[in-house]
Structure formats: structure tokens, C-alpha cells
């Protein structure tokens, strides 16, 4: 019986690697899932990376990776995870598990490489984002803008403005208007000024005649 046990495990990781390398990868889970060892693990996670599976992947080599057991294991966790992070897009647990690898093997090439493949990535999507909130405020901007321009020149507020003014009020508006216009036409059409220029002396000259003193009286 003691004897047993132990083949009956060994058969178990035997089948579960064979089936995995004729890419039967549920096969292979079944097998590893009567299992405890690292080993079996490990290559279950292996078998979820190949099915796609990164979550369920990264599940299993983090509980190698959360032990201090085999060097060579952890290694090779932290590096898949780190693969698996990437697949998924997410640099930034893809440099940091690539960096927790490499604090094992610090001259491993492959790890290195990724790394900096990651960084990159990284980068690229930082910028990516910043330019797309960057245009979404842009966006946003100038809906505002193009909001505030219609409520401006919409006929139908203007309209509604006009009518809650008093009756004085329009009388002084069209007067307004009236000695505007002629003021324009006698003086402004006959004697070279800046746009600044008209406005002051417009002002003045409506205030000589005072009707600013009228609108005060409203």
C-alpha cells in the first residue's frame, strides 16, 4: 500500500506531462489536480496559459511563487506570470512580476528582454490614455462652447427676453437704436477711426444725451 501511493502519484504527473505535450490541456488539469506537488502546479499553470486562461494561470503560479520552495519554480512563475500580465495588458504586473524574476536570476535574458518589452508597452499606454482624456476634454469643451453658442443665438429665448421687457424699456431700446444708426451714418462714415476710437466716442455721445442716465432711472 506504501508503495502504492507513491506510483499512483507518479503516474498521475507522468500522464498529466504526456497529455500536455500531445496539447490535450484538460486531460492534462485533470491529472495535475489529483496532485499537490510543486511540480504539478506549475505545469498546471502552464496548461491554463495555453488555453488562454491567464487568470486561472497566474492563480496557480502565485501559490508557488507565495512559498519559499524551489528557486528554479519560482523563477519560472514569476516570469509566466509575468507573460501572463502581458497577454492580458496589464504592463504594469507584467514589469513587476518580470522584476521580482529577475531578483532571482538576474542575468537571464529572456526576463530582461520582456522587461524592457514591457516598459515600453507601459509607456506607449500611459500616453495613450493621457492623449484620449486630453481629447475627451477637448470634446467636452467645446460641446460647452457649442451649448452656450446656441442658448445665445436662439431665437426662440431672444424672443421670450423681448417680451418680459417693460414697455419704457423698449421705447428706449429702439431710440437707442434709432440715434445709433444716425449717429454712424452722419459721423463715422465721414471721419477715419479704429473700432476703439467708435466705441468711446459712441459711449460719449450717448451719454451726452443721456441716455445711460435714463437706463439707470429703470
Known amino acids: 500500500m506504501n508503495i502504492l501511493i507513491p506510483m499512483l502519484l507518479i503516474g498521475n504527473l507522468f500522464f498529466g506531462n504526456n497529455e500536455y505535450k500531445n496539447e490535450n490541456y484538460d486531460n492534462a488539469i485533470d491529472h495535475y489536480n489529483k496532485l499537490r506537488s510543486e511540480k504539478s502546479i506549475y505545469n498546471k499553470g502552464n496548461s491554463y496559459y495555453k488555453k488562454s486562461e491567464y487568470d486561472k494561470a497566474i492563480e496557480e503560479w502565485k501559490k508557488i511563487t507565495a512559498k519559499n520552495g524551489s528557486p528554479e519554480l519560482r523563477f519560472k512563475s514569476y516570469y509566466n506570470s509575468g507573460n501572463g500580465y502581458f497577454k492580458k495588458g496589464n504592463y504594469k504586473k507584467a514589469i513587476e512580476n518580470y522584476q521580482n524574476a529577475l ?109 445711460f442716465i435714463k437706463k439707470k432711472d429703470w
Open 103 to 211: 531578483n532571482i536570476k538576474p542575468y537571464d535574458e529572456d526576463a530582461r528582454h520582456n522587461l524592457e518589452l514591457a516598459k515600453k508597452m507601459q509607456k506607449k499606454k500611459s500616453e495613450k490614455q493621457k492623449n484620449n482624456e486630453k481629447n475627451k476634454q477637448k470634446d467636452q469643451q467645446n460641446k460647452q462652447k457649442k451649448e452656450n453658442g446656441t442658448k445665445k443665438n436662439d431665437p426662440q429665448k431672444n424672443n421670450a427676453e423681448k417680451k418680459n421687457l417693460t414697455q419704457n424699456e423698449k421705447q428706449y431700446l429702439k431710440k437707442l437704436d434709432k440715434v445709433e444708426k444716425k449717429y454712424r451714418k452722419n459721423y463715422f462714415n465721414r471721419v477715419p477711426m479704429t473700432q476703439e476710437e467708435q466705441q468711446k466716442k459712441m459711449l460719449q455721445h450717448f451719454d451726452d444725451e443721456g441716455y
